[in-house]
């Protein structure tokens, strides 16, 4: 393949004025540790990386960077050294476009000069370029309204770099500038792809599951792990830690005191004293979840708000206007769509019941907590979290919450 480089783009970065440096630095970091074991270098300036190919299988490096936040968009380039009269540029546009645009095309020249020193204006290059490829490639028609391919080319400094396309990156800000977020992560849809989002705006996440066999089937924490698998590929370092909360007592206690109607109400409200809680122990600025307004009972605006008013630790929910078609599409494209809808039912969904409150208040919620200790529960909980770290390749099972799983994929 002709290619020899590819180029990343920064994404947002460049809105964060005196803090960009850091940032620009945290997403060199993360490139560096995705394509860790590959015989790839960088080249590193202001606005921009280039990843030397080497001999590297292109889609493999292309994979490793679309786990990288903070990227907006690369492309498979051509360097070529920039002499004054283009001979080498007009060559390896050629060659390009030999490569890789077969059959008949509408096509044109756009170009980008940086370096003010050429003696060329971006319209001369690109009429010269264009009048050149065209006497050597048959194929091709100019047509600059409506063009099939476009041919790319740059000049900066002493090299030029030439391109057909634009491969979108995941965008947003590189994971971890944002500071660390607590995730209830569950083993249904939305969770894992809120999780994702918030990796996305730079959010680092650790997750939360609330394991509570064998009121729930042991599959369930299984999923979690599996889906962890699955989300470290975004996160730094490929690993995720995730916080077991052995939720079983208190998790019978509701079933035993708290009216059925509100018994989803007053869980999501023990979940997130416990997961507060969390926060204060792990140094996390927020909680994550993927409630999304209208899906379920628990997550109508006034349910949201009754649940809500247990913490002051801020939670961010970044699905809360998706419906869930889009879920859907996202969860499909973190590959965790096929794990999230094994039918191995979590706390959340085991015991719905069949008429809840859709408009619960913290009046009634805090009365019905009253009928039972829940404060030594919750802070039981706390105390015998046992957490793990789950690292794309972990090969790890529930033996160490002592449990006999099986493999849900």
Do not use: W
């Not at 590819?6 to 970091?29: A, E, H, P, Y």
């Amino acid at each position: 393949m002709i290619y020899n480089k590819i180029l990343v783009r920064f994404g947002d970065l460049t809105l964060k004025g005196r803090n960009r440096k850091m940032f620009v630095s945290r997403v060199v970091n993360l490139v560096k540790e995705k394509l860790d074991g590959l015989k790839t270098t960088l080249e590193i300036t202001h606005d921009r990386i280039y990843v030397a190919i080497n001999g590297e299988d292109t889609n493999e490096i292309i994979k490793r960077l679309s786990y990288v936040s903070g990227i907006s968009s690369y492309s498979l380039v051509v360097r070529v050294n920039t002499t004054s009269d283009m001979k080498e540029i007009k060559e390896a546009a050629v060659n390009l476009i030999n490569e890789q645009i077969k059959g008949d095309v509408k096509f044109k020249v756009e170009s980008k000069r940086s370096d003010k020193t050429f003696p060329l204006t971006s319209l001369e290059i690109s009429k010269e370029i264009s009048s050149y490829v065209l006497k050597q490639c048959h194929n091709l028609h100019v047509d600059v309204h409506n063009p099939e391919e476009t041919l790319y080319i740059e000049l900066r400094n002493k090299d030029t770099y030439l391109y057909l396309k634009d491969i979108k990156g995941m965008g947003g800000f590189p994971v971890g500038v944002a500071g660390k977020g607590l995730l209830m992560l569950s083993g249904g849809i939305d969770s894992p792809v809120a999780g994702y989002l918030a990796m996305k705006q730079g959010v680092e996440i650790e997750c939360v599951h609330f394991e509570s066999t064998p009121l729930t089937s042991i599959e369930s924490a299984q999923k979690v792990i599996d889906l962890v698998k699955k989300m470290a590929k975004y996160a730094p370092k490929n690993r995720i830690k995730v916080h077991f909360v052995p939720f079983k007592e208190l998790h019978m206690a509701l079933l035993d005191n708290v009216p059925e109607s509100y018994n989803i109400t007053i869980m999501r409200r023990m979940m997130y004293r416990i997961t507060s809680k969390l926060c204060d122990k792990f140094n996390a600025l927020c909680i994550v979840n993927g409630e999304s307004v209208g899906q379920v009972a628990s997550q109508t605006l006034g349910s949201m708000n009754t649940i809500n008013s247990v913490t002051n630790v801020p939670v961010i929910r970044p699905v809360v206007t998706y419906d869930k078609n889009e879920i859907i599409k996202i969860s499909r494209m973190i590959d965790t769509y096929d794990i999230s809808i094994k039918p191995f039912e979590d706390c959340c969904t085991v015991y719905v019941p069949k008429s809840p409150a859709t408009a619960p208040t913290i009046e009634k919620s805090v009365l019905f907590e009253k009928s039972f200790d829940y404060e030594s529960l919750v802070d039981l909980a706390v105390e015998n979290v046992k957490t793990v770290t789950i690292d794309v390749n972990s090969d790890l099972d529930l033996s160490f919450l002592g449990l006999e799983v099986r493999n849900v994929l």
